[in-house]
């Protein structure tokens, strides 16, 4: 009886032991779980949509519900433009009283601003610029066709040799003549991205009814299409150009819709800008009801334009940051212990 009573209370005894192990053994794991997950959680909240982008350039991606088009890259940017004639000469569209119908495309630079905004390329010892071209022109209709032969590449630039600072929007064009530093430091920097125009549409911003009756009675500036190339605002769809991508490539999500009716991988909105019209006047006659100055025509169009301006949106791949990684790794450390005692 004894023996029976002690062997009873054995097994009861090596049972509670056992059982008491196994809950220790589990209660252990559970905390190393707890404190992965905590720090994996941790570093999520105070990293949650930083993205590590190709050559450096990192950006908080910003909220979608919070931007235009739902993208999560948002930022502005500032660019010049001007147009060409068939040997690539920059070219007015009105100089010495000649309306010039021999340009044949649109190019420009710029660049795209860095903040501290979600969506914003953070600021970090570089710039992102870019050029663009191959924006064919029909004066016949005042139309621009960009998605034939158009092209936007952007260019992540750490060599500021040019110009102290780097490239300046302000200072690209001086007295109507483009700086040649300037220009370099737009397109010598490492392709960051290189884009297609896929998509375009573009609203004539300049007023042709300021000019005088002899331009609008026939011909282009009658049916508003020349004039149409002065100003206007402009958005525009892109695609990843496959031949050349560029090694940002990966950090860019692909066809999205957008609401200017397209599936693309990347948009420019809002983008704005105008060529200084030069007009000569005369002194107007109050008797006749005239303003103080009458317009009586134009003495020249600037053959770079002013200070233009937009915005780029696209939706960007998230990364894991270091700390989530380490977080993952505890995780793993933690059933390798579990693994290891059982």
Not at 152 to 175: M, R
Not at 267 to 278: C, N, P, Q, R, T
Request: aromatic residues 10%; proline residues 3%; hydrophobic residues 40%.
């Amino acid at each position: 009886m004894v023996l029976k009573s002690w062997h009873t209370v054995c097994i009861i005894v090596i049972t509670k032991r056992t059982y008491t192990y196994i809950f220790n053994e589990r209660e252990i794991t559970m905390k190393k779980l707890l404190l992965a997950t905590a720090l994996l959680v941790a570093s999520t909240a105070a990293n949650a949509g930083l993205v590590s982008g190709a050559g450096g350039v990192n950006w908080n991606a910003a909220d979608v519900n919070s931007t235009p088009n739902g993208g999560n890259f948002f930022t502005s940017l500032d660019f010049r433009q001007w147009y060409v004639d068939a040997n690539g000469t920059a070219t007015s569209l009105y100089d010495s009283g000649v309306l010039n119908t021999s340009i044949t495309e649109l190019r420009g630079i710029g660049e795209i601003n860095t903040g501290s905004n979600n969506g914003q390329p953070l600021p970090g010892g570089y710039e992102l610029t870019f050029e663009f071209g191959g924006i064919a022109v029909d004066t016949t209709t005042g139309l621009l066709d960009p998605q034939t032969n158009g092209f936007l590449n952007i260019y992540l630039d750490k060599d500021f040799s040019n110009n102290a600072g780097g490239y300046d929007n302000t200072a690209a064009v001086i007295g109507d003549v483009l700086d040649s530093d300037q220009h370099a430091d737009a397109t010598d920097g490492d392709l960051w991205l290189g884009l297609n125009f896929a998509a375009s549409s573009y609203t004539p911003t300049f007023d042709s009814s300021i000019l005088p009756a002899a331009f609008q009675e026939v011909g282009l500036w009658g049916n508003n299409a020349f004039a149409g190339l002065i100003g206007g605002d402009a958005n525009f769809g892109f695609q990843i150009n496959d031949a050349a991508p560029g090694m940002a490539q990966s950090n860019f999500e692909s066809d999205w819709t957008t609401y200017i009716g397209a599936v693309v991988d990347a948009i420019g909105f809002g983008l704005s800008s105008d060529f200084a019209v030069e007009r000569t006047t005369v002194a107007g006659d109050p008797q006749l009801g005239e303003p103080a100055l009458v317009y009586t025509g134009i003495s020249g169009i600037s053959t770079y334009s002013a200070g233009s301006s937009g915005t780029v949106e696209a939706f960007t791949v998230t990364e894991p940051t270091t700390l989530a990684v380490f977080g993952l790794g505890l995780l793993g450390l933690a059933g390798a212990a579990r693994r290891k005692q059982s």
